[in-house]
């Protein structure tokens, strides 16, 4: 089977960095996504890592590394719109394009 | 943005009536998904689409059945509503060759049963 775990809140400061860390057990994946939702919304893609090192789009990046069943979200120059819930999740292998999503972890900027 | 759409938007029913929701898309992608998320366990697969009259099943399964007899749409059908089916209903859809997991949501229904 599949879980990953993430924190369930992280708190920063505007203009602050924050990491937002996924652990996974799997037996089999394609990659790690990330998926942003706001209060009262739809979850949105934010990212997607096939291999193993970061990628980044604009003030997101992700990372992950296969060897550790780890993966993180790193957030830039935060601003108060990122006050949101991200979530990880992960595609099985052979799974019909199914991803398995962790518990979410909300994201509160304060001034 | 996506063109999904899930109605209705909001429902409030008793226990032991039949529910069904529909999702429908106008964007021609073969995979389509039920979620249902509550508070403390993020987004779970309830059934799944891959393709016209091809479905399966997801981690809960259990008290909900599901039907695609066109492309465009996919119905998910509580066919005895329980107070524990009370949560927020997300359709999603995702092309066949994707290759970033990317899937697209629909805004949600609400379901409440009494």
């Known amino acids: 089977g599949q879980s990953l775990e993430q924190p369930s809140e992280v708190t920063a400061v505007e203009g602050a960095i924050v990491q937002i860390n996924c652990t996974y057990q799997?037996?089999?994946?394609?990659?790690l996504s990330w998926y942003q939702q706001h209060d009262g919304g739809a979850p949105t893609f934010l990212s997607y890592?096939?291999?193993?090192g970061l990628e980044e789009t604009g003030r997101f990046s992700s990372f992950l590394s296969r060897s550790d069943s780890y993966g993180y979200l790193l957030l830039q120059e935060l601003q108060m719109k990122d006050s949101a819930s991200y979530f990880c999740?992960?595609?099985?292998?052979?799974?019909?394009?199914?991803?398995?999503f962790g518990a979410g972890t909300r994201l509160a900027v304060h001034p | 943005d996506a063109g999904i759409t899930q109605s209705p938007r909001h429902k409030v029913t008793e226990t032991g009536t039949p529910v069904t929701l529909r999702c429908h898309q106008t964007?021609?992608?073969?995979?389509m998904y039920w979620y249902r998320q509550d508070p403390g366990h993020g987004l779970r697969l309830i059934h799944y689409?891959?393709?016209?009259?091809?479905?399966d099943k997801g981690e809960v399964s259990d008290g909900y059945s599901v039907s695609r007899s066109k492309t465009e749409d996919f119905l998910l059908t509580l066919e005895s509503a329980t107070s524990s089916q009370t949560s927020v209903y997300f359709c999603?859809?995702?092309?066949?060759?994707?290759?970033?997991?990317?899937?697209?949501f629909g805004p949600g229904t609400r379901l409440t049963v009494l």
């Open positions: 890592n096939a291999l193993d």
């Open positions: 799997t037996s089999g994946f394609y990659g």
């Open positions: 999603a859809i995702s092309e066949s060759s994707g290759s970033r997991n990317e899937q697209f």
């Open positions: 689409s891959y393709g016209v009259k091809d479905t």
């Open positions: 999740a992960v595609k099985p292998s052979g799974g019909y394009n199914k991803l398995i």
């Open positions: 964007e021609n992608h073969r995979y």
